[in-house]
Each structure stands twice: as structure tokens, then as C-alpha cells.
């Protein structure tokens, strides 16, 4: 059985419901997933799947649940740390509570994550606990390296600001996870090209 990602977010208005499908939206279209493609369900959502998902989890949990949906992972974990920065965003972007549910992570201690206006229970930032390791993405036999912005790539050097990334004896900076991927990718792509 394949693991399952799941999300939920608290305490988000009414009002804003229709924003956030249209994000979630952009961040299925923003990328190839490896995974299925992030979804959600909410009292605005119109497919019969969704609205009956949303139903039974809010009679199972409490009338506070504002949204929420799954991912089926397929062993890319740039999947699960794309959808947790994207549910760290929307918690810090709306001022709300989101939890997110691993069960079958191999860390037990990250089978659970909550934020709060996007900053973990502790009050520390997510990129303060990722960056005691890189994140390797593997793509047709090669590896790829993510850094997340508090990773410090050299011990004297200060954290840079950006995420990095390196592959095939290249080493580069992009504003967030998504644009390193999709750039990383490229050059991954152009490489191959040049071998063909």
C-alpha cells in the first residue's frame, strides 16, 4: 500500500475558500508529479468525491476544519517537501492552523507537522529544521541535491537566502524549492541532449 500525505487546514473563512483552490490549483499545474497531483476539499468543492471526502471529515473531526485533501506518494520525497513548504505558505498566508499526517514515513518523528501562521509548534521555521541535510531528488541515475536556505554549504560561509542546488559538478541558487527543481531539471535535460 502506497503512503498517503495528508492535509488539513483550520480556521480558514469563508471568504478566502475560493483563493485557495485556485492556489492549490496552480501548484498542481506548476510541475510534473511524480505523485498524484495536490487537491483539496472544501464546502465550495462541486465534484461528488470531494464533497462527500469533506463531509465525513469534518463530521469525524470538528466544524473548525476549513479544508483538506490527499497525496498518494510514489517514492519522490521532493513531492512530500514541495507540499509541505506549499502547506507552510498557505498556514503563514492566512494566519491559520494546518496539520499535515505521514503515517507511513519512515521517520517516525515526521509522521505528524503542524503550523501556525506558518511556523512549527516550537516557533521555529521549517527551514530551521531542514537544514541539517540536503534533499536528493534522483532523475534517470542521476542525483540531485537541494539545499534548504539555512543549509550552510560551506561551515564559514553565511546561510545564503535561497535554496541551492547541485548536480553534475554544478552548483546554483534559486528563490524557492520549485524554481531549483524545475531549473535543476533543465540543466539535467541539457545534459542529456549533449550525451545523445
Not at 483552490?21 to 465534484?47: C, I, K, M, N, Y
Amino acid at each position: 500500500m502506497p503512503r498517503v500525505l495528508h492535509y488539513t487546514l483550520y480556521g480558514l473563512p469563508e471568504n478566502r475558500l475560493e483563493g485557495m483552490h485556485e492556489e492549490f490549483d496552480a501548484l498542481a499545474r506548476a510541475r510534473t508529479w511524480r505523485s498524484g497531483e495536490p487537491w483539496v476539499a472544501s464546502s465550495q468543492s462541486r465534484s461528488l468525491f470531494e464533497m462527500e471526502f469533506f463531509r465525513h471529515l469534518r463530521n469525524a473531526e470538528s466544524n473548525d476544519v476549513s479544508a483538506a485533501g490527499f497525496v498518494k506518494m510514489t517514492g519522490d520525497e521532493t513531492d512530500a517537501l514541495i507540499i509541505t513548504i506549499f502547506m507552510r505558505d498557505l498556514s503563514a498566508q492566512y494566519g491559520i492552523r494546518v496539520a499535515m499526517r505521514d503515517e507511513d514515513h519512515p521517520l517516525a518523528k515526521l509522521r505528524r507537522l503542524e503550523f501556525q501562521a506558518g511556523r512549527l509548534p516550537s516557533g521555529q521555521s521549517l527551514e530551521e529544521v531542514l537544514a541539517k541535510r540536503p534533499v536528493i531528488k534522483k532523475v534517470k541515475g542521476e542525483r540531485i541535491f537541494f539545499y534548504p536556505p539555512t543549509f550552510r554549504l560551506h561551515s564559514q560561509g553565511p546561510p545564503s537566502p535561497e535554496w541551492a542546488y547541485a548536480l553534475c559538478g554544478i552548483r546554483a541558487y534559486a528563490p524557492t524549492l520549485l524554481e531549483a527543481e524545475q531549473e535543476a531539471l533543465k540543466i539535467l535535460r541539457g545534459f542529456g541532449h549533449l550525451a545523445g
